[in-house]
């Protein structure tokens, strides 16, 4: 495993209010990822960083921002949660461009 | 857009045989595919990667076949075990920079003891 955990696991919010997930790896990985999965979607890139303060849209990417102060640690924040953002987000790594993403064990918002 | 998909949404097997699980992608520029596996509750897992380069590749009870004729992909699993249920995800992904992976929708693999 490349060591990656999110924070929190679970989360339970209002519409309108500001969420951040966090996302912290251990292993020196130069790319970050986060995914949202659905049902019937699988998994739907948000945001992605190819390095420090280096981040770029993914196809998802809409009322999500993401900021990357250190290598170790990916954030994505959602500035007003509305209730289509209810979903599970993914954290992975990839060591270099290519290959293997690691993933982390997810973390399940509800917004009400 | 571009998207990657599976034929059958799940799949149930008995233990002790082998399983199939196809995927179709559509991007004729993917070059790198990878199959994930994901567990109840967890994040997926790297199984198998094949290059475009190829078309068979084979790891320990895993094999992945590659068909850019047909733009199809499959995953054998030999000699199936309950610990093998769970979905499955193909995904692609092409060479420009960075690699970004698009994913399937997966399927469900059903293991009867």
């Known amino acids: 495993d490349a060591g990656i955990t999110q924070s929190p696991r679970h989360k339970v919010t209002e519409t309108g209010t500001p969420v951040t997930l966090r996302c912290h790896q251990t292993?020196?990985?130069?790319?970050m990822y986060w995914y949202r999965q659905d049902p019937g979607h699988g998994l739907r890139l948000i945001h992605y960083?190819?390095?420090?303060?280096?981040?770029d849209k993914g196809e998802v990417s809409d009322g999500y921002s993401v900021s990357r102060s250190k290598t170790e640690d990916f954030l994505l924040t959602l500035e007003s949660a509305t209730s289509s953002q209810t979903s599970v987000y993914f954290c992975?790594?990839?060591?270099?461009?290519?290959?293997?993403?690691?993933f982390g064990e997810g973390s399940r918002l509800t917004v009400l | 857009g571009e998207s990657v998909g599976l034929h059958l949404p799940t799949l149930s097997v008995q233990e002790g045989d082998n399983s199939i699980i196809n995927c179709a992608y559509s991007?004729?520029?993917?070059?790198?595919f990878i199959w994930y596996k994901q567990e109840s509750g967890k994040g997926p897992q790297f199984i198998i990667d094949?290059?475009?380069?190829?078309d068979k590749r084979q790891g320990q009870r895993v094999t992945v076949l590659l068909n850019k004729t047909v733009k199809h992909l499959s995953l054998q699993i030999a000699a199936t075990q309950p610990g093998d249920s769970a979905v499955y995800f193909c995904?692609?992904?092409?060479?420009?920079?960075?690699?970004?992976?698009?994913f399937g929708t997966g399927t469900k693999l059903q293991v009867i003891p």
């Open positions: 992975a790594t990839q060591k270099g461009g290519t290959g293997e993403l690691f």
């Open positions: 094949i290059r475009s380069n190829m």
């Open positions: 991007n004729s520029a993917s070059d790198y």
């Open positions: 995904a692609e992904s092409y060479s420009g920079g960075y690699q970004k992976v698009t």
């Open positions: 292993e020196n990985h130069r790319y």
């Open positions: 960083s190819y390095g420090v303060k280096d981040t």
